[in-house]
């Protein structure tokens, strides 16, 4: 373990995640249905890729464009998944990736172990500040600066529209209001809170490494299913910028599916991807999916491909 000095708990954050546990146990109470479930699937994708897409590729990384407004979406969308401000995410990103699984990264389960990397650090206050140093980009758009400080708005409004859809249901479908703030928001939330967690801490424990990136991370397949793409760990650290995660055509990436998609629709464009000879060494390995699946459940050692340096993100990108 690192020398964590000065680092105490919080006592309020530790009751707020607490306090969402406890929530989802209300279903003993208001029951399970279909729709509940269903809703609790579609906010759980819906919020997934305002995560990934919106606080990951784009906040943290810069790997597509976008209007202003299409940018303000992003941020409201992954702000609805009540994991702070997308400064702050993305702020505590970048700096993870500057100190990957070393002194410094404030996640690293290489450092100090799983439970801190998965949800520790996060339980204390050293860690709650913006740190806008690190995201001085976006932190010029006084929208973005609002959206924040005022972080739990977006989440609220979501439980008080799934709130009202649930009376509007009613029994005729077998739901009620309460049931959908409880199985659909709040289930979908933790949901949420767990697999982007576990990205940060089993991402860099269990699964295959194709190339040498310097670090501990990892592809697991069945993280990137859950994630959206995300979980092709390994394949981002070695190419942060791009907005391509799954370079093997086995390698699922939903984010990267729907971004293209915007693209098409022109509300994003130049989208960033990894260079030629990355997918020419990702396709070579035509038994990668036999060799994903071995990974997933054991820590598997490193078969490191080492490519031609990338250059490093543009510190100061423009604005949208």
């Not at 279909?34 to 579609?42: E, M, P």
């Not at 996640?107 to 806008?132: E, F, I, K, M, Q």
Request: net charge positive.
């Amino acid at each position: 373990m690192s020398d964590r000095e000065g680092e105490r708990f919080d006592p309020a954050a530790c009751g707020a995640l607490l306090a969402m546990h406890g929530a989802a146990l209300a279903a003993l109470a208001t029951g399970v249905s279909r729709a509940a479930l269903g809703v609790a699937a579609a906010l759980f994708a819906l919020r997934a890729f305002g995560l990934t897409a919106g606080y990951h590729r784009y906040f943290a990384h810069r790997s597509f464009r976008t209007s202003r407004a299409g940018q303000l979406a992003l941020a409201w969308l992954g702000a609805s998944a009540a994991q702070l401000g997308p400064l702050w995410w993305a702020g505590h990103h970048r700096r993870h990736h500057q100190r990957s699984d070393r002194a410094g990264d404030v996640h690293s389960p290489a450092v100090d172990g799983l439970w801190w990397a998965h949800v520790g650090w996060l339980l204390c206050r050293r860690y709650a500040r913006t740190d806008h140093a690190a995201i001085p980009d976006f932190a010029v758009f006084p929208e973005l600066r609002w959206l924040e400080r005022w972080h739990f708005v977006p989440p609220v409004l979501l439980a008080g529209g799934v709130y009202a859809l649930g009376v509007r249901l009613g029994a005729a479908h077998g739901t009620s209001g309460a049931q959908l703030v409880v199985v659909g928001f709040f289930w979908s939330t933790l949901a949420l809170y767990h697999v982007t967690y576990a990205v940060n801490s089993l991402a860099h424990r269990f699964g295959s490494q194709r190339f040498d990136a310097g670090d501990e991370s990892r592809n697991n397949a069945w993280l990137a299913l859950l994630t959206l793409g995300d979980g092709w760990h390994n394949n981002h650290h070695r190419f942060p910028a791009a907005a391509r995660h799954g370079l093997a055509w086995w390698e699922v990436d939903p984010t990267w599916w729907a971004l293209r998609a915007l693209a098409g629709l022109g509300l994003v464009w130049e989208l960033r991807a990894p260079p030629a000879e990355a997918y020419t060494e990702s396709m070579s390995l035509a038994a990668g999916p036999a060799r994903a699946l071995r990974a997933l459940f054991q820590r598997a050692p490193s078969t490191a491909i080492t490519l031609a340096a990338q250059p490093k993100p543009n510190r100061s990108p423009k604005r949208p």
